[in-house]
């Protein structure tokens, strides 16, 4: 079985100040209500743990490798959780100006594929995830801009503005 979940979210921030964040994994995974650790692995890949609630009685740590590839205007990550489960998900940003401003319209799609069985649970766990997400990046984005931490909010050899 094979199922589309499209966010879209008109944001009131410049493109450029929104692609630098879509492009860092780490900063982009933390959004994500369900992670409890995140980590990139010796070959290059990502390794994240989410923390899963099953029918409201189970909790149960779900082990996902992903490999990201930025793109000019966003990311695409690729995933692949148990169960057989793959997923794929494209984070873009297109520009939209009117007279007084530029602002961005903000896509995350997720193309889901597996068992019939599991992807109508993993359908909702994600167009949860993905409210979230992008609720929180636009809440980090209004912060003003890091002069000597990065986007993680560690110390860094910023510059002062």
């Keep these: 079985m094979r199922t589309k979940i499209v966010h879209r979210q008109v944001i009131n921030i410049p493109p450029a100040r929104v692609i630098p964040f879509l492009q860092d994994f780490e900063s982009l995974a933390r959004l994500n209500p369900f992670l409890t650790s995140v980590s990139r692995g010796k070959d290059g890949n990502w390794e994240f743990v989410e923390d899963i609630v099953i029918l409201k009685l189970f909790h149960r740590n779900v082990r996902t490798t992903a490999r990201r590839t930025p793109h000019q205007r966003g990311s695409d990550i690729e995933l692949r959780p148990p169960l057989g489960v793959r997923m794929r998900t494209k984070w873009r940003v297109e520009e ?3 007279k007084a401003s ?13 068992s019939p069985l ?3 649970f993993i359908a909702g766990k994600i167009r949860q995830a993905r409210s979230d997400m992008m609720e929180k990046l636009v809440q980090k984005l209004l912060e003003p ?3 000597t931490t990065d986007m993680r909010g560690r110390e860094g050899r910023g510059r002062a503005m």
């Excluded at 530029?102 to 597996?114: H, K, P, S, T």
């Design 96 to 98: 939209k100006r009117d």
């Design 102 to 114: 530029i602002a961005c319209i903000l896509n995350a799609e997720d193309i889901v594929e597996g």
């Design 118 to 120: 599991v992807i109508p």
């Design 145 to 147: 801009y890091p002069t």
